[in-house]
């Protein structure tokens, strides 16, 4: 035995083979899953120049406001060249409304339309959208078939298990779907219930595979490493893994996993050089698309996670804390690369995503 192959588990077969969504060539089995406020235009990019990428998927837009043109929905739906193969999230109850969605977004740069059926957060869920359509087989089944029909594209649908433990929709929900064309599932381990608590079900998971005769199944939740990857397509049968929180806590993990496909092992850590180099580049593809104001705003979101990864002087982190402005940004990074990190640059380490706080039903 190796090495690598005592250190990480091995491939599984399915890893190494070709993925195609509805015609469409997906070159590797690992996802960016969408994040609200986080997985932009600018960050997608970044990601995607480390390579090992397979589909990056847009933040949930809603139907309505995208085709009144409202410039937020604009925005999160905004995409460019080299952001392929990319599925643009939409939501909504209104079929006609969802009809004129997709058909923008297809005219405006989606490969695949991925329809939200799994956010469990109240403003979506109150106006019918999201977890809510999970309760209503008929009318989510007529949903997205109107979307299949307008899209002209593939169409998936990003689901949780069910509402509650007790009425786990997934699998007929996914049955339904293929048999009206739908051209592939993600499926969140988790009810809505749940919301982000508790662990994955991969049992669940796993069901909605069997429920499906040929359609590829993309298990999302509690990705953050390669074991974790590894033992999630090998439990649940899965097509693909949608990974979220995993690469906001670590950027190079799409190319760790594909060295790991193509190897048996991830290759070397990114260097501290390559973590500034990255947190750059995403600061500046911000800086491009939205401006100084927004993208000092956008970055600091994410400040604390690029401290935890760059392990920078906390002096450095303090400055950048309230950043204004390119040129402080620009000065504090190049003092941070003369000063280097304080501590052993980390592998994984664990993000926290603010989400609603107390019970899923007063979200």
Known sequence: MSAAESLYPPVPPIARQPLAIGGVSVP???FLAPLAGYTSLAFRLAVRSLGGLGLATTDLVNARSLIEGRRRALELSETGPGDQPLSIQIYGHVAPEMDQAARHVAANGATIVDINMGCPVRKVVRIGGGSALMREIDAAVELVSTVVKAAGVPVTV???LGWDSKTLSAPELARA????????VVIH???RAQGFTGSVN???????VDAVDSIPVVANGDVRTIAEAASMLEETGAAAV???RGALANPFFFRQLDHWVRTGDPGPPPSFEDRLDFMSTHFHGLLERRGEHFACLQFRKMLKWYYHFTRMPKPFYLELINLRSSELFDRVVAQVRAEGPTSPLPGHFEVHVPVPSGPVEAW
Request: no cysteine.
């Open 28 to 30: 590797s089995r690992f």
């Open 158 to 160: 990003k689901m949780r």
């Open 177 to 184: 779907f293929e048999q009206i064309g739908v051209a592939g």
């Open 189 to 191: 381990g988790r009810t």
């Open 202 to 208: 991969r049992e669940g998971i796993k069901a909605v």
């Open 242 to 244: 949608s990974i979220g």
